[in-house]
């Protein structure tokens, strides 16, 4: 388990009492899911924020990664979940030229924004990939979501491709 204060120091005061920490069943992750889903704005969604759909993601995909032990990580404050984030190893032999995570969503509850929760949870997710030998992570945000994609530079990613939308075929 790792601490917020670990992470940023002591003066982030009452957020020290955060611990990022993986889920303890597969039912949090689809309530976390869906909370992510639900946050983004409707046109930077792949898929509609439904219950079903949060289920889907989870039962094919986030569920035997985070069994695997792979970083799908919460943010916790006392028993609240206040933050979450989904990473999957992609496989090796899908990998070049190094070991690679994908990351599928991160979501910080609104009155928790802009207090380096994202970021304690992001070195959490790296802490375990640089532990498995992992040290190159991909992840995807719509060009409209202007927050997300200030965040995630902010936090040392960098834009390495585009993915083109048709909406009219
Ligand atoms: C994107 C999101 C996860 C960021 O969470 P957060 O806890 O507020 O982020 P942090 O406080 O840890 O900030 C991390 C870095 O991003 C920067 N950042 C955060 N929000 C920002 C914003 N709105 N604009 C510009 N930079 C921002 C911070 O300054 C920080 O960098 P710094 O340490 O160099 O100052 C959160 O806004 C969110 O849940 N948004 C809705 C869901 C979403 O869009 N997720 C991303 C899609 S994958």
């Known amino acids: 388990m790792v601490t917020l204060a670990e992470y940023l120091g002591s ?39 439904t219950e079903g759909n949060a289920r889907y993601m989870v039962e094919s995909m986030l ?31 899908l990998t070049t030229p190094r070991p690679a995570a994908w990351g599928h969503g991160t979501w910080v509850r609104e009155d928790m924004r802009g207090q380096g929760v994202a970021r304690a949870l992001m070195e959490a997710v790296r802490g375990r990939l640089r532990a498995v030998g992992v ?3 991909i992840g995807q945000a719509h060009i409209d979501n202007h927050k ?18 048709n909406k009219h075929i």
């Not at 992750?29 to 898929?47: G, H, K, N, T, W």
């Not at 985070?66 to 990473?87: D, H, Q, S």
């Not at 997300?148 to 939308?165: D, N, V």
Request: charged share 20%.
């Open 11 to 49: 003066e982030y005061g009452s957020a020290s009492a955060l611990r990022i920490e993986p889920p303890e069943s597969e039912e949090q992750i689809v309530r976390a899911y869906l909370l992510y889903l639900q946050s983004l704005p409707a046109e930077a969604r792949d898929f509609d924020a």
């Open 63 to 93: 569920g035997p990664a985070w069994k695997r032990g792979e970083p799908i990580l919460f943010a916790v404050m006392g028993e609240t979940i206040v933050g979450a984030t989904f990473t999957t190893l992609v496989p090796k032999q």
């Open 135 to 137: 040290v190159r992570q």
């Open 148 to 165: 997300s994609l200030a965040s995630f530079q902010a936090m040392g990613f960098s834009p390495c491709g585009a993915i083109l939308e």
